[in-house]
């Protein structure tokens, strides 16, 4: 089957190279983009199969996966388990997701729903929600990732992480954040100067398990040389929207260029425009959001808080209004939807909602075969590094790389970038051997494009 992985895979660095798809088969081989296995389970299976411990990589495409998460030793240091798009790996509230054994480093997935994970080598660019017990071995490493309504029990390490009511042990903690609701143990005996500090700390703090918790200002005053460049603990945040897990930073907000390098943000969050009633207001009607209508009639309808093909549709685009990303250019790190979002079913052969996997063109195949996939979705953007907001296609400078006004279709929650023949990262076109650049700009507009071949609408 053809396939939409757009991950580089680094040379000389892995032993052993599984593909996951959700128009994938476990009964596939799993080594090849071409022929990827369904499930996680079906690739961690493999590998425990193998003679001996590698460096494996697990490539995981777009797609919500509901299973259970089994351990294999097989998967050595240096292992990973990495996102190719936007991946959820959800629990039903009572099983476990299991990488105590083994050493796998999962990066760029949100986690959630599991009665407990236990990990051993840590996560990485990870959203971890509602996990009612999180363990593995002391020191794991944790870094820009955001735990939500988790306890953590084993002694991490964190660096650039968001915790929003947690109850956690920390080895050391540099540049995160913690919410009112966090509750956080230490160990200050050995604690150097430098592996607590930098933080936003609204919650509390106690030494050990047997002290009392206290919030940052009176824990300072037993601790007085820790945390010196924190941030006072009564400070808003200025998240522009915790209840819709959009934690980019409003234009005022502290933490903005706090991190120990006087140029990142505290909690590894970037900066973004606010949400309003829900939904940013670029992705508005009302606000100069365009819906395609065809024959009369849009192409899109709103189901639920789901964007959905209008019935008798096979297509359907909507164009966000400009949006301002910051006073100067900049290079954005991370191509986000945020608007009416909920595109990710889990139904590998598509469902009437059109919510699959994100991808650049329709393969050949259909359903049954696994070998086309006919819910689809387009992610493209356009933009300039000029001041004034644009009034016109030419004013979409794009850098140069292709005609003004052009759109690039580029890949979902990855970082943008494009090569010298002016394809970006979501085109099939995109050649990942060449010179590639990344996006740098001051204004951005996004189109999503929805495509349902099927009759199932």
């Not at 992985?5 to 892995?14: G, H, M, S, T």
């Not at 789901?306 to 250019?329: E, H």
């Not at 996939?373 to 590094?385: F, K, V």
Request: aromatic letters at 8%.
């Amino acid at each position: 089957m053809a396939n939409n992985f757009r991950y580089i895979v680094p040379a000389n660095q892995y032993n052993a190279i599984y593909y996951v798809s959700k128009a994938g088969n476990d009964s596939n081989a799993g080594t090849t983009p071409d022929a990827p296995k369904a499930t996680m389970s079906g690739a961690i299976t493999a590998i425990s199969n193998l003679s001996s411990n590698v460096a494996a990589l697990i490539i995981v495409g777009s797609g919500t996966y509901e299973e259970a998460f089994p351990a294999t030793s097989k998967m050595g240091s240096g292992s990973r388990i990495v996102a190719d798009g936007n991946v959820v790996i959800r629990g039903n509230g009572s099983n476990n997701l299991n990488a105590s054994v083994g050493a796998p480093i999962f990066d760029g997935l949100i986690i959630e729903n599991y009665a407990s994970i236990s990990l051993r080598a840590g996560v990485v660019n990870c959203l971890i929600k509602n996990i009612p017990t999180i363990n593995g071995t002391s020191g794991s490493i944790n870094q820009n990732s955001v735990f939500v309504n988790c306890a953590i029990i084993n002694s991490f390490a964190y660096s650039y992480c968001i915790c929003i009511d947690c109850t956690l042990l920390a080895g050391s903690a540099i540049n995160c954040y913690f919410n009112g609701n966090c509750y956080l143990t230490v160990s200050m005996i050995g604690m150097s100067v430098g592996n607590f500090d930098y933080n936003h700390i609204m919650g509390y703090i106690r030494n050990t398990s047997s002290g009392t918790y206290k919030n940052l200002t009176d824990f300072n005053t037993d601790f007085p040389t820790y945390n010196t460049h924190s941030l006072v603990p009564t400070l808003s945040p200025r998240f522009n929207s915790v209840p819709r897990l959009d934690f980019s930073l409003q234009f005022d907000s502290p933490m903005l260029n706090a991190a120990s390098d006087n140029t990142k943000n505290i909690g590894g969050t970037l900066f973004g425009n606010p949400y309003v009633a829900q939904t940013a207001p670029e992705w508005q009607v009302a606000n100069g959001a365009v819906i395609s209508v065809t024959d009369g009639t849009p192409d899109l309808v709103i189901s639920g808080t789901d964007l959905s093909i209008a019935p008798g549709k096979t297509r359907g685009i909507i164009t966000s209004a400009p949006m301002r990303i910051a006073l100067n250019p900049v290079q954005i790190e991370k191509m986000q939807y945020n608007g009416l979002l909920l595109f990710n079913k889990s139904l590998a052969g598509g469902s009437g909602t059109n919510v699959n996997v994100p991808d650049s063109n329709v393969f050949a195949g259909d359903n049954t075969t696994g070998g086309g996939n006919p819910d689809r979705l387009s992610y493209e953007m356009r933009h300039t590094d000029n001041d004034l907001m644009p009034g016109s296609d030419v004013d979409w400078l794009n850098s140069g790389i292709t005609a003004p006004g052009n759109f690039l279709r580029y890949e979902w929650n990855t970082k943008p970038i494009f090569d010298n023949a002016g394809y970006g990262n979501g085109s099939a076109s995109f050649n990942p051997n060449g010179i590639t650049s990344p996006v740098s700009a001051v204004w951005i507009q996004l189109r999503v494009t929805l495509t349902n071949l099927s009759s199932n609408v």
